[in-house]
């Protein structure tokens, strides 16, 4: 029997100078192709039901190198890996991107099978600090808090038609230039999507100039649905992000909709003096809004801002008010703001 072909999805991951995090999936069929805004409703939907319905790859055999190191690891059984390279001597470009390689090599073929490219990000030493984002309802509209809505934007729309909240590519890019422009303040994005989405996140980032960054999802496993009701995987994610780069500071993005307020405030106990501010998108009504302003008041008491904004703007604001971004990116938030809303409004 004629074995499949092997499709090598290297992650967008994290390191240091001293060891580089390379995490991926490998498959036995191609993702889908780069989506398209004329594509229809139910080429939208095959492509979601064939991220959903992925062929695994697993016990498979790969080489991870990066400047001067290598190393094998072995899928497991659901198809992913993930290596750790040292003194790797990696070359990055300035936001602090190297690349990697990841080699499929069968013991009996005289060539490789499979080969890819990842990016692996090392911050800056530029950088004053980083951000940490959660993305649906932060930066994706996915409409988290109505499971029917959620599920038809999800499988019926595609990358180049799925909105961002307007202003937000302007926003996070002024986060990463920081107060000078040129600072190169690394973003890292977690979610609660699974890995399945991850081509998807990645090219709906590059379509609406949302800037690159290490992503962090999950596998739902077999117990589906005990883990889609938890949000731990999140808060161990921004933990292996913290305890990573222990000199940044970090502001934190989420929304309402879901746990991210409770999340962010555990994290800001358990990493005292690490977080310089966090950003709620208000997504949710006036009962879920005591809550988040019950949170605040208790951070607030440890010096720790957490606002509820109704919109990119209003983070801007704060942001300034901070000395995060620069006074001069207002005026460029409310601009793209005001244009994607033109768009949208269309």
């Not at 095959?46 to 790969?62: F, K, P, T």
């Not at 899928?75 to 790797?88: I, P, Q």
């Not at 986060?175 to 690394?186: E, F, Y």
């Not at 117990?223 to 292996?240: G, I, N, V, W």
Request: net charge negative.
């Amino acid at each position: 029997m004629k074995q499949a072909p092997l499709v090598i999805v290297p992650y967008r991951s994290f390191g240091t100078k001293a060891a580089l995090v390379v995490r991926g999936r490998v498959l036995h069929e191609p993702l889908p192709a780069p989506a398209e805004a004329s594509q229809s409703p139910w080429r939208n939907l095959r492509d979601a039901l064939r991220r959903i319905e992925s062929d695994e790859a697993r016990g498979v055999s790969l080489t991870v190198s990066c400047g001067l190191d290598t190393v094998q690891v072995i899928t497991d059984d659901e198809g992913y890996f993930e290596a750790h390279l040292s003194s790797a001597s990696p070359v990055s470009d300035a936001d602090g991107w190297c690349t990697v390689r990841v080699t499929a090599l069968l013991a009996d073929a005289d060539a490789p099978v499979a080969q890819a490219e990842g990016q692996v990000l090392i911050p800056s030493s530029s950088a004053r600090f980083g951000v940490i984002s959660d993305i649906d309802d932060t930066i994706l509209q996915t409409q988290a808090t109505s499971l029917v809505r959620s599920a038809w934007v999800t499988l019926l729309q595609n990358a180049a038609t799925r909105l961002p909240f307007p202003g937000v590519a302007a926003l996070y890019r002024a986060l990463q230039g920081g107060v000078t422009g040129a600072d190169h303040n690394p973003i890292f994005y977690v979610s609660s999507s699974p890995w399945n989405l991850y081509d998807f996140l990645v090219e709906f980032m590059q379509v609406r100039g949302i800037p690159s960054g290490p992503i962090f999802l999950r596998d739902y496993g077999v117990d589906m649905l005990t883990q889609a009701l938890s949000h731990d995987h999140k808060l161990e994610a921004m933990r292996r992000v913290l305890d990573a780069y222990p000199h940044l500071p970090f502001v934190l993005m989420g929304d309402s909709g879901q746990k991210d307020p409770e999340l962010y405030t555990r994290l800001v106990e358990a990493y005292p003096g690490r977080v310089l501010a966090i950003y709620i998108r208000d997504v949710s009504g006036a009962k879920r809004d005591a809550a988040v302003d019950t949170l605040a008041a208790r951070l607030r008491t440890q010096g720790v801002l957490l606002l509820r904004v109704a919109d990119s703007l209003a983070a801007a604001q704060s942001a300034v008010e901070q000395g995060l971004i620069p006074p001069a990116a207002l005026a460029t938030v409310r601009a793209a703001m005001a244009d994607e809303e033109a768009v949208h409004a269309a």
